[in-house]
């Protein structure tokens, strides 16, 4: 009868990691596994597949790991509106457009607090300056300014009015109150609840920040990618991208929805105009990777005098060329971003060979089967994009466009 720990997968597995401590002994250690272990019966090919696998996942691991760095507080009510009163706190003017909780709900928190119920924690990032931004439970946050917070907290936060109680389900004496009618016992109770808070600390970089924005950006408000990068990489850079967004000329050339003037895609267009104005050839098929890239080495290196006269330059020319905003040809409505691309950062290139953009048979080559190509279609990968910049430049700047190979 054999050994049952010799016919155990577990053991084996234990034995061959004892003698394979890293990748790279694998292939001289292949003959001392085969001699040892064939008798018993087990795929030796599978498990040095399944040593590997193991070894690559649990490498992995540990790597992404070291990448998010956390920390927990239990931090009274008081603590928490007197930070967001004075700016230790900060919520993005994303997330304050988009308060939604009602009376109602706000005061099933109030109540849940009140009570003692534990609440769901508040999820933020830290700064460099060491100040919080919430990520996650900000119609939590917001409710408690709301029913606590100062009149000048409440209008920073954009809430309104003080809450009301109402339709509590327990506090039914409550019903029509206001923070500022209650007893100061109670009034005290209330700012010395404690809540849990966790941080992402500064020593996680910007890609983590963003992938935590991005998983926990789940709940009642929904931000688009570009929101969520003014999150993340909040500061001059951010504040530059909306600013030229609402520029003259750029209003006149690109064409967005209302939805989308308040969304983001403003200033995610004014973005993907220096991104892949300088990086267009670089780019690979990820469009929101790519950006994420660019705006986060921007943020900490840009050259705002000289990018901003490119830009202002470029618009300039395009408002006279497309003084009823930039569409398909033949069709009126919406800007498409591919379009966009092509033409503004096209045009920019030209205007480093001209003074001003040949708009002679416009309407032809922008109906050409050839831009339709580059802009239809997978219209996200390096061909394409480079395809469209290029057939776009070559045409503003009156030149004919030859097919490179590598479009």
Known sequence: MQNVAVLNPLFLFSRAWKECNNLSKLGTTATIWDSKYTKSGVNMS????????????????????????????????????????????????????????????????????????????????????????????VQRLSSLVKFAGATATRKKLGVGDALVLTDLQKLTEFEGLRYEDLPANIQL?????????????????????????????????????????????????????????????????????????KDGTAEECVLRFFAFLDRYKEFDHGVSS??????????????????????????????????????????????????YEGITVGAALALRTVNHLVIKNLDSWMASDTLRSFTTGATNDRSAVKGRIEFCRDHFAGKEYVRSPAS
């Not at 239990?74 to 009376?103: K, S, T």
């Not at 920040?209 to 990068?229: M, S």
């Not at 999150?231 to 006149?252: H, I, Q, W």
């Open 46 to 137: 599978s498990l040095k597949e399944n040593t590997q696998q193991q070894l690559k996942l649990d490498q992995q691991l540990k790597e992404q790991r070291r990448t998010v760095d956390f920390d927990t507080f239990d931090i009274h009510l008081q603590q928490l509106l007197a930070m967001v009163d004075e700016g230790q706190i900060w919520v993005a003017p994303a997330y304050q457009r988009q308060f939604r909780w009602d009376p109602k709900r706000c005061s099933q928190l109030i109540e849940s607090v009140l009570l003692g119920i534990p609440v769901p924690s508040l999820f933020m990032a830290t700064n460099q300056d060491n100040s919080w931004e919430v990520v996650d439970g």
């Open 189 to 261: 109770h209330f700012r010395t609840r404690p809540l849990k808070v966790i941080t992402l600390n500064d020593k996680s970089d910007s890609v983590v920040r963003y992938d935590l924005f991005e998983r926990l950006n789940t709940g009642g408000v929904a931000l688009t990618p570009q929101e969520i990068r003014d999150c993340v990489y909040r500061g001059d850079f951010a504040e530059r991208l909306e600013t030229l967004a609402n520029s003259a000329d750029f209003k006149t050339v690109v064409k967005l929805t209302q939805l989308q003037q």
């Open 290 to 339: 790519f950006l994420n890239d660019y705006m986060s080495e921007a943020s900490k290196n840009f050259d705002y005098k000289k990018k901003e006269k490119i830009f202002n330059a470029t618009f300039a020319e395009l408002a006279k060329a497309f003084p009823d905003g930039l569409s398909r040809p033949g069709r009126k409505g919406t800007t498409p971003l591919n379009l």
